[in-house]
């Protein structure tokens, strides 16, 4: 039981962003997506949520074709996700941030469990054991907005999880975040992993993306360059030429930058590094 990619490419207009990419990822185990920015990263997460349509080939979830399924269907399956930049409702409170999880026909992209509509007692529940398990009881009522940074991004991850979804995809969990919050990230991730649910993470953070994942599939323009075990992945030639030699460096300024807030993470693209 799984989530393949088989030979998907996706195209914008004369720009291949993804060519005849096949990947499996089977429940019980933490996957990493990497590479150079513009490899395509976001491209594959935003396809298998149904953000993006595929130009070829065949996304599944199991027995259902999810590529030739609307957004709100495929989060209905059971595919949940969270953003690069943060998508919490500001003026909502951080209850109100998890509740809305469950009603996917209002709010396309969110989700509800397996068309099975829950009750609002069963609902709540859930969400107070989210709450709990994520460390946010203690603001539940506050404005998400009003919550500092690294906790916002907590939210935006228990957002993802409070459904119980088989398959969660995280877009750059630590962007943004400082080395302490960062930490903490890679636990909090780490302690999700469950035999019944797949978490696959884009992330240009190596020291999160090593310590935490079982495969690692490395990306370079828009092809797999590579996929293994962190150890294999760290000493692959081609890997470290494409790509790890930049991210030490970029290591070294996203650690001289530390805990500076940015829309995106602190990412380097031809040489440049964006705030
Ligand atoms: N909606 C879009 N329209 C046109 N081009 C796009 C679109 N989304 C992505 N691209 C292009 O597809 C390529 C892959 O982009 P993508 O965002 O998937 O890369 P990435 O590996 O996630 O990069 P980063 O690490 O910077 O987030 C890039 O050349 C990008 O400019």
Known sequence: MALTLEHVSKRFGSLVAIKDLSLTFERGAIYSIIGPNGAGKSTVVNMV????????????????????LAKH??????????YQNLRL???MSVLENLEVCFFTDSLPGLFRRGGHRMTK???LKRCHACLHDFNLADVAENLAGDLPYGRQKVLELARAFVTDAPVVL????AAGLNHTETKEMARRIASLKRSDRAIILVEHDMDLVMSISDRVDVLNHGELLYSGSPDAVRRNEKVQEAYLGTAAELDIVRKLTEGRRTSGGIRAHAGVVRH
Do not use: M
């Open 170 to 173: 995280l877009d750059e969990p």
């Open 73 to 82: 269907q495929i989060a209905r399956l059971g595919i949940s996700r969270t």
């Open 121 to 123: 007692v069963e609902r």
């Open 49 to 68: 949520a149904g953000s993006y349509t595929v130009t070829s080939g065949v996304i599944r979830l199991d027995a259902h074709v999810v590529s030739s």
């Open 89 to 91: 409702f500001d003026g």
